[in-house]
């Protein structure tokens, strides 16, 4: 904790834009810079962090037990993947807590008080310091290197969440404007448009009309997604990722497809919406406010639209949202109905309180039920592995519904190292808004364990493709298969499903979705 | 090192403090006392200051499969869906250190290969140190019960089952200091467990390897005088408390170092002991899709809402073909500004 801290290029992301910042109302918008000397704070910016944390022991008990109960065991500290991938001690869950926690001691602990009165020196003992500039600016450095993917909270003995230290420490550095512009802008742009990207109505409708051409391209089936539509069945909402970034795309054509086809075949009635065209929620990364700001769309949405429940794309942390908090901050979603499939008659029991159920669930429900078909072949040329998302591995369960999905619509699946996957699953390395390009340097450090693992199955099994059910995850593992395990490519479960699925009255696929030539179909060019 | 000087401290106070005139009665009895005080009201006051902030939102992490689909098999202690998974989670995490079971060390293998092998000696030696410590605490009921209870007797003779030297070995006692030496150790030859180490991490292992060595000290060779001692605890149960002469310094040390424990105790980490039961990402049942949890502190918040957002891009939308809730006024409304 003596060592003052160092802000270096590759690793910290820029700092918010103050229009994004201002946009969403949130306090001291400014341009500042990271590594100047100055960060144009307010003045009174130690009493506004000292009120700020007072409110939040009061308000969380997670906080205050967490802040109270360490024992510095270190079982925490070769789990985190930013630490294993970067060698930098403060990477540790247990000194990353100890930010905080060093700043409690001395300004609310009873130990710290009578300490810190003796004798300034004497505060080392108990690990206590007080808040000044240098300590601001490594609370700041080093919680915008945590991903908040809870691996270190399954191997503590307490159950201690440094996502939850990261959270409050991230909300107290939003109280004086110290947010990161890949947070901050995409959260302004979600506010305003509805999504991350900015996106706005009309843009994301001509993105869904040219995936359509593509899937008549391939398979010569038109599809026609509806948009906004009143009285639909079920409304869907998907990371915007899924819209505009490849190879997310690819999954984004993989759910049109299924929807398409369970519409042919049974009557299926779903919508898109441009207003809700968000499931990720990067008011996570800023504050419990701004979360629930970000995440009111859906259920307005839901009702505006009158639809009886919603279905919700792959994405990582957009579940853990939906999943531990969205029924608490916004619901009761009692204008809902409790969902049941209309195809198999599934009541999902386990989402009868906030009315949303992952895609994973529902199509597992579908093809355990029969009710798709499929021609696994078209998976062929794919050796596939499964990475389970931090957030719904450790933040919901979500271990067979994926795996049961895969395993139906593709032939060679092979698993990573135990301790690499489930619960014990590795970050991407770039979850909870670090997915920036002026980190990369923290990105490929954060991703190594992940990849490492992911080499092991591509040299023993000759894996080629890395699958996923998160849309920071498709866009995060790309750069980092790309830098760490060349010859790995990275997909969605839906995309799988897509290529595997025979819509009715097709022609002969030539191709996958990607537009690749399938197994027996490469004619002239044989890879 | 600062810790291990005031633990020499505070051994020399005690006992070169008994020595002097008063010294029995103030060591013997008002400081364990006044610790024990000290220890009950911290320790509940602690408690209580943490079950006044609230839980606003159902957090557990969960290690295993969730209950959602009807065959698949879910894990319900592992990932609780039901109170009861919760309690046998519960138990096995205080009972048995459940997560540091899990415990992996990572390493480099073949210069290319992260390799996570379980690493068992870190639960071992935790297991072992809060189960000898339990069980030698429990082992002094004698000297605080008249008559000793059977189950008191029944722990001691299976403690002391090998039955080695006059007065038997108690194994409990011999583990207890093995494992905090071995917790010592790890906190010095581990780079990284010495990095994140704090004066406040060794001072409890020096004054609990204080605490059993002087008490295997007086068990096996000083060979403290054990009746007077009974009568000197019981004598402090019954409220009734008087010095009983020649009982020897060691005693005293021991007593004084077990009072320390206790006053230091509530304002130390090793709170963790109540703190583990108040643990949101253990304790909670994980169903907050299936049942509402309500937080009470929740208050509504400015959104951009449906209206605000048509307003923006009516326009756009219309001529996307996208339905919208009102149709364009005969006056176009500006342009609202672009941002960036």
Redesign the interface.
Known sequence: MDTPVDIQKGIYSYAANPKSVEYVGLPYPRQWNPIEEDWQLPENWKEIISKGFRERLDRFRSVKVFMDICVRCGACADKCHFFIGSGDPKNMPVLRAELLRSVYRNDFTTAGKIIGSIGKNFKKIIGARELDLQVLKEWWYYLFQCSECRRCSVFCPYGIDTAEITIMGRELLNLIGLNIDWIATPVANCYRTGNHLGIQPHAYKDMMDFFADDIEEITGVKVEPSFNRKGAEILFVTPSGDIFADPGTYTCVGYMMLFHYLQEKYGFDITWSTYASEGGNFGFFTSHEMMKRLNAKMYAEAKRLGVKWIIGGECGHMWRVIHQYMDTMNGPADFLEEPVSPITGTKFENAKSTKMVHIAEFTADLIKHNKLELDLSRNDHLKVTYHDSCNTSRGMGLLEEPRYVIKNVCNNFYEMPANTIREQTFCCGSGSGLNAGENMELRMQGGLPRANAVKYVHEKHGVNMLSCVCAIDRAALSSSMEYWVPGVEVTGVHEMVGNALILPGEQKRMTDLRSEPLPGMEDDDAE | M??LIAVIILFLLAYVGVKFPGGEVFFGIIIPYLALIIFILGFIN?VI???????????P?????????P?????NI??P?TTGGVVVRMIL?VVF?R??F?????ELKES???S?EWEKW?WLF?LTFHWAFFTVLFRHLRLFTEPVPACVQLVAKLDGFLQIGLPGLMLSGVALLAAVTFLFLRRIL?P??K???????YFPLFLIFGIAFTGILMRYFTKVDIVGVKEFTMSLVTLNPHVIKGIGGVFYVHLFFVSVLLVYFP???L??LG??F?????NMV??????????P??YP??????DA??D??RE??I?????VEKMIAPETPEEPEE??
């Open positions: 600062y810790s602690r200051d943490w079950a006044r902030s609230p839980v606003p939102f159902r957090i992490t969960t290690c295993g499969q969730q209950k959602s689909l065959w698949i098999k879910s894990a592992d990932n869906s995490e250190l997560s540091l899990r415990n992996t060390k990572c290319d290969k992260i996570y870190l935790s581990i990284q467990v990095y994140i180490s704090l004066g406040s991490d304002f130390s980490k709170m963790h703190g583990i108040m643990s949101p990402t253990r994980n169903n907050s899709r299936a049942k509402r949890h309500v937080n502190w929740n918040v400015k959104i951009h809402t449906y957002y048509e923006e891009f756009k939308m001529e996307a073909n996208l339905p941002k960036e």
